[in-house]
């Protein structure tokens, strides 16, 4: 936008000369789109401002011409995108510059919100539909997401409108029909329906948290497909795990693609055909997988949703007599194809999401056959680095990376943790749903993963504080926790976290704290917070309290709303 000015970002354009230079430059690196906005000097409040945001139709001529003047000597060509701004501006200055300029493009923010906590950025449908009536022969596209996806009581949108309705929210073990979350967005759909034909579906088929996980939703696939039919669905983006090693990703593109140019084809007819094909002789026993997979998720009762984890369903379609039948059909799958290397490394690569399984509820399981989990960790690591796997989540995160930290967070070495089985008291509780778990969990002696479905105890909004009781005086010399980095799920590193020390829980002397730095990144991380003394103290209980973020920052696109910070166990040796 332009708000930020040069006193925060030097290199910000504000006349028609900067603008035109740095567009031919970003133009020259690769970009296909410049989105302008532009700038003037004014008196706000007493007060000149030096690159002040305008939609002054004189400054948007000077710098599209500029633009387009020095694209044709540079030889450059750029699609031009000029901003239509907020309710802040009288509608006839949020249009003029489209019709004299006529850019390719032109943005347009769909509803209203509170920008950035500073001013109301209203975007209403009526205004949406003076761009339609003044464009008549351009397509304007809105997204009908989440607060937005109801549709209005008092407007109908003009033909050329196109509403994107997108169903993030909704379960994906049973068609939409047949969930409470699905039934909120038909209901939404059928609305839009009723007031336009102009729609298009934007669909999930993916698992963000953890591709490389079984994601058993072929059965609704055609259900569904229908369902955006029969409702004026004429486009359908189905962003499903697609990524490479992800479950059935080459056979979900087929399937998902097939379906969408004709929705009354039989998805297990095209799964077998797809099969036989891809599979050879091992395709009998993938089939039989999958079937017993879909059948193991509707007995367990358990949700599938796009930020799913194997943990969830450990004790429904993932629970361990299922899992060794699953791999008792990969080992006849392999012995069927063992002469045929392209076919063997399929099911192989096949095989991934369900040995992804089996690490990761290992790892929650304090009783476990250690060498068959090193071996599945060892023959997990050797295939994703043989087969080329990138990521395992939306995050990037390597599976390399996952088989390195699984080693040093999930692998038992000897246990002096002190705190093993020690009692929570909770002075600054946290959320609802974790203070009987955290009670446990903090102090379990397992660690937990990128999908924060077990193990871990979270705040919202708040500090937090506890203390922990380990039963009498012991004499130790380092604390420390450990914390979650996910900003996709709003979960922030804490700002910092205090440890003190007591022997009669009245009396406290300060151990130490940890500051946590400003985290940005983007894949999950898993951060711990030590401190060690320059001599070993004596003391029964230890206290730590942890300040949080408590709402997400300006860089965040949560900002303004309350974000977590999530620990999962506390180490005292």
Request: a negative charge.
């Given at each position: 936008g332009a708000g930020t000015k040069k006193d925060k970002a030097p290199t910000v354009p504000y006349t028609a000369d900067e603008?035109?230079?740095?567009?031919?430059?970003?133009?020259?690196?690769?970009?296909?789109?410049?989105?302008?906005?532009?700038?003037?000097?004014?008196?706000?409040?007493?007060?000149?401002?030096?690159?002040?945001?305008?939609?002054?139709?004189?400054?948007?001529?000077?710098?599209?011409?500029?633009?387009?003047?020095?694209?044709?000597?540079?030889?450059?060509?750029?699609?031009?995108?000029?901003?239509?701004?907020?309710?802040?501006?009288?509608?006839?200055?949020?249009?003029?510059?489209?019709?004299?300029?006529?850019?390719?493009?032109?943005?347009?923010?769909?509803?209203?919100?509170?920008?950035?906590?500073?001013?109301?950025?209203?975007?209403s449908p009526r205004f949406l539909n003076k761009l339609a009536e003044r464009f008549p022969d351009k397509e304007f596209s809105t997204l009908a997401y989440?607060?937005?996806?109801?549709?209005?009581?008092?407007?109908?949108?003009?033909?050329?409108?196109?509403?994107?309705?997108?169903?993030?929210?909704?379960?994906?073990?049973?068609?939409?029909?047949?969930?409470?979350?699905?039934?909120?967005?038909?209901?939404?759909?059928?609305?839009?329906?009723?007031?336009?034909?102009?729609?298009?579906?934007?669909?999930?088929?993916?698992?963000?948290?953890?591709?490389?996980?079984?994601?058993?939703?072929?059965?609704?696939?055609?259900?569904?497909?229908?369902?955006?039919?029969?409702?004026?669905?004429t486009m359908h983006f189905s962003q499903i795990g697609g990524s490479y090693g992800g479950d059935f990703s080459e056979m979900r593109t087929y399937v998902v693609a097939k379906l969408m140019w004709n929705p009354d084809q039989d998805t297990d007819s095209l799964m077998l055909r797809f099969m036989r094909g891809y599979y050879g002789p091992a395709a009998p026993y993938i089939y039989q997988y999958e079937k017993l997979l879909e059948g193991a998720l509707l007995a367990g009762g358990q949700r599938l949703w796009i930020y799913d984890s194997p943990v969830s369903h450990k004790d429904g379609m993932l629970n361990a007599a299922c899992r060794k039948r699953y791999g008792e059909l990969f080992d006849c799958a392999e012995r069927a194809v063992a002469g045929d290397s392209v076919l063997l490394r399929r099911v192989r690569l096949t095989r991934l999401p369900l040995m992804y399984s089996n690490l990761e509820i290992a790892r929650t399981t304090a009783d476990k056959d250690l060498g068959a989990v090193v071996s599945e960790l060892d023959a997990f690591e050797k295939y994703v680095t043989q087969f080329g796997v990138k990521t395992l989540n939306e995050r990037n995160n390597s599976p390399q990376e996952y088989c390195r930290l699984y080693r040093e967070r999930y692998l038992p070495a000897e246990n002096s943790n002190l705190a093993l089985g020690a009692r929570i008291v909770w002075i600054d509780a946290p959320a609802e749903k974790y203070r009987a778990s955290g009670e446990k969990t903090l102090t379990d002696g397992l660690f937990g993963g990128a999908s924060f479905v077990e193990s871990w105890t979270g705040w919202e909004g708040k500090d937090g504080a506890f203390v922990v009781d380990l039963g009498r005086d012991v004499a130790f010399s380092t604390v420390e926790t450990d914390f979650l980095h996910q900003l996709g799920q709003w979960i922030l590193l804490p700002r910092s976290v205090r440890y003190s020390v007591s022997s009669d829980n009245a009396d406290w002397t300060p151990f130490g704290q940890v500051e946590f730095p400003e985290d940005q990144s983007v894949p999950v991380k898993f951060v711990p917070a030590a401190v060690t003394a320059a001599q070993p103290v004596r003391a029964r209980y230890v206290k730590v309290e942890i300040e949080g973020v408590k709402t997400c920052p300006p860089w965040h696109y949560g900002v303004g709303c309350p974000c977590w910070f999530f620990l999962d166990e506390v180490t005292v040796k």
């Open positions: 603008l035109a230079e740095q567009i031919v430059a970003c133009a020259k690196l690769g970009a296909s789109i410049a989105h302008i906005h532009v700038r003037e000097d004014k008196e706000v409040d007493g007060v000149m401002q030096i690159g002040y945001k305008s939609m002054s139709l004189q400054k948007f001529t000077e710098a599209v011409e500029k633009t387009r003047e020095l694209c044709k000597k540079e030889g450059v060509d750029i699609i031009i995108n000029l901003t239509t701004s907020g309710g802040e501006y009288e509608d006839y200055k949020r249009l003029q510059h489209l019709s004299a300029l006529k850019p390719e493009m032109c943005s347009f923010d769909p509803n209203t919100l509170n920008w950035a906590n500073s001013y109301i950025f209203e975007n989440l607060f937005t996806m109801q549709p209005p009581k008092h407007v109908k949108p003009l033909p050329n409108v196109n509403i994107m309705l997108c169903d993030i929210d909704c379960d994906r073990e049973v068609p939409l029909t047949d969930n409470a979350s699905g039934r909120e967005f038909i209901e939404a759909m059928e609305g839009w329906a009723a007031l336009s034909d102009n729609i298009f579906v934007w669909d999930y088929g993916i698992n963000f948290d953890n591709m490389v996980a079984p994601f058993p939703n072929f059965p609704i696939l055609k259900p569904n497909i229908g369902l955006f039919r029969r409702n004026h669905a």
